[in-house]
């Protein structure tokens, strides 16, 4: 397939995910892409972080791997590869923007290849995981990833590429942030395998892994009730 073939193909699966609409999918969508209806589960995932760590140092090492995560993902996309791409997005697409379905009067602003979204969730989901190590914390995050790729998709901010895109490098960056945890964190901890039926491998406690759980499940919850509403 040549690279016209992969675009088209691209734009005929953006229509399957765009191509479905309503007014409450709509208010929905548009709730969930934006930053701060997460706030809440960063919150919980603070204290995860903070209740299962035993000084400052260790807190401070995990944050800053957050963040030198971030910093990747954020450099790389909308300071390197967008404005060299210069990829239009698609409810802007001078050629084939009016296929789209646009929710209210969304402005898109920079470019489109490749998916911040996609790239920033996805590394702090693999960064987190591969930290903690519990499998119902690994879904838990790759979850919360996805609903946001997904909201790019409905919205006609991205193509598919771009988001696929954006999960490859995310998890990219989030391994190698790991690996600089790793370095980091046996510096300042001597920190042993745990084998307990009430932590995890890395020493988390379970209880508070249901706390970030239970914070996800309710925000989404949440968004669905202020979308039913706003009908």
Same mark, same amino acid.
């Given at each position: 397939?040549?690279?016209?073939?992969?675009?088209?193909?691209?734009?005929? #699966? @953006?229509?399957?995910?765009?191509?479905?609409?309503?007014?409450?999918?709509?208010? #929905?969508?548009?709730?969930?892409?934006?930053?701060?209806?997460?706030?809440?589960?960063?919150?919980?995932?603070?204290? @995860?972080?903070?209740?299962? %760590?035993?000084?400052?140092?260790?807190?401070? &090492?995990?944050?800053?791997?957050?963040?030198?995560?971030?910093?990747?993902?954020?450099?790389?996309?909308?300071?390197?590869?967008?404005?060299?791409?210069?990829?239009?997005?698609? =409810?802007?697409?001078?050629?084939?923007?009016?296929?789209?379905?646009?929710?209210?009067?969304?402005?898109?602003?920079?470019?489109?290849?490749?998916?911040?979204?996609?790239?920033?969730?996805?590394?702090?989901?693999?960064? @987190?995981?591969?930290?903690?190590?519990?499998? $119902?914390?690994?879904? =838990?995050?790759?979850?919360?990833?996805?609903?946001?790729?997904?909201?790019?998709?409905?919205?006609?901010?991205?193509?598919?590429?771009?988001? /696929? /895109?954006?999960?490859?490098?995310?998890? #990219?960056?989030?391994? =190698?942030?790991?690996?600089?945890?790793? #370095?980091?964190?046996?510096? $300042?901890?001597?920190?042993?395998?745990?084998?307990?039926?009430?932590?995890?491998?890395?020493?988390? %406690? @379970?209880?508070?892994?249901?706390?970030?759980?239970? &914070?996800?499940?309710?925000?989404?919850? =949440?968004?669905?009730?202020?979308?039913?509403?706003?009908?």
């Amino acid at each position: 397939m040549d690279i016209q073939g992969i675009i088209e193909t691209d734009r005929q #699966l @953006l229509g399957v995910f765009n191509g479905n609409h309503s007014a409450f999918f709509d208010t #929905l969508m548009a709730t969930l892409t934006a930053g701060p209806t997460w706030i809440p589960l960063y919150i919980a995932l603070l204290y @995860l972080v903070v209740k299962n %760590n035993e000084t400052i140092t260790q807190i401070m &090492v995990i944050l800053c791997s957050v963040a030198l995560c971030l910093f990747i993902t954020v450099f790389v996309t909308e300071g390197v590869v967008k404005p060299m791409v210069a990829r239009p997005r698609p =409810l802007v697409d001078p050629e084939w923007g009016y296929m789209w379905h646009v929710v209210g009067e969304r402005k898109a602003n920079a470019y489109s290849f490749f998916s911040a979204h996609a790239s920033n969730t996805f590394g702090i989901a693999v960064l @987190l995981s591969l930290i903690i190590r519990n499998k $119902v914390f690994t879904w =838990l995050m790759v979850t919360w990833s996805l609903i946001n790729c997904y909201t790019r998709l409905y919205l006609a901010m991205h193509y598919p590429s771009d988001i /696929v /895109v954006g999960l490859a490098f995310g998890a #990219l960056a989030g391994t =190698l942030s790991y690996l600089v945890y790793s #370095l980091a964190f046996r510096q $300042v901890s001597a920190r042993q395998h745990f084998i307990s039926s009430q932590y995890t491998k890395s020493g988390y %406690n @379970l209880t508070d892994i249901d706390i970030v759980a239970f &914070v996800l499940v309710a925000t989404i919850f =949440l968004a669905i009730i202020i979308s039913l509403m706003m009908q």
